[in-house]
């Protein structure tokens, strides 16, 4: 299986910072991540697919990059609404596996 | 962009099998590999399995004795089957379209709690 490594496991942020969150992947997965934002009591809503491609109707302040093992997911001007926990997948191999997730709250 | 509308037992002894089913709704039922993940607070979000349009089947090679997935296309529903569960299969089920390998669409989620 590919383990998917996040960091930070949180972040404490304030309104309009930009924020980074990294995924590392135990063995090269091409560009084969997604990211995701799950908010308490919902399911997951995709957020960035084939690491740097935004959903439809995702905000731009989102975005993803990388390639390989590491990519990154960055929030330019964190939102009031962008608390939330944020997790990777990788969709290159089964099992298809996830990061264990990084919480974003207000400092 | 399909919806998904999920149903089943939310609570189970051990050694009973969990029965889940999901309703698609829009969209092309057989554009999407139609997939079931589990979040429990130890674990994290865990991929369960998939189906794909034409019947082939992936599993988690943690859970795949256990598991079975499998498709109604008549009603445009999918379930899972695990059997033999235990207090360690406690979690959020969410059920779940993927198209190329990422998950588009999820299910509202039910918690399944194992308990004797």
């Known amino acids: 299986d590919i383990q998917m490594t996040q960091s930070p496991s949180s972040v404490s942020a304030s309104v309009g910072d930009r924020v980074t969150i990294t995924c590392r992947a135990s063995q090269g997965i091409s560009s084969w991540l997604a990211w995701y934002q799950q908010k308490p009591g919902k399911a997951p809503t995709l957020l960035i697919y084939?690491?740097?491609t935004l959903q439809s109707g995702v905000p731009s302040r989102f975005s993803g990059s990388g390639f390989g093992t590491d990519f990154t997911l960055t929030i330019s001007s964190l939102q009031p609404e962008d608390f939330a926990t944020y997790f990777c997948?990788?969709?290159?191999?089964?099992?298809?596996?996830f990061g264990q997730g990084t919480k974003v709250d207000i400092k | 962009q399909v919806q998904l509308q999920q149903w089943g037992a939310g609570l189970l002894k051990p050694s009973e099998t969990l029965s889940l089913t999901c309703a698609v709704y829009?969209?092309?039922?057989?554009?999407?590999?139609w997939s079931w993940i589990r979040q429990s607070p130890g674990k994290g979000l865990e991929w369960i399995g998939e189906?794909?349009?034409?019947?082939?089947?992936n599993y988690n090679p943690s859970l795949q004795s256990r598991v079975t997935i499998s498709l109604d296309t008549s009603k445009n529903q999918f379930s899972l089957n695990l059997r033999s569960v235990t207090a360690a299969d406690t979690a959020v089920y969410f059920c779940?379209?993927?198209?190329?390998?990422?998950?588009?669409?999820w299910g509202q989620g039910i918690l399944v709690t194992v308990s004797s």
């Open positions: 189906i794909h349009h034409g019947g082939s089947s």
């Open positions: 084939a690491a740097s």
């Open positions: 779940a379209g993927s198209l190329a390998g990422t998950t588009h669409s």
């Open positions: 997948q990788q969709t290159n191999s089964f099992p298809r596996t």
């Open positions: 829009g969209g092309s039922f057989s554009a999407y590999s």
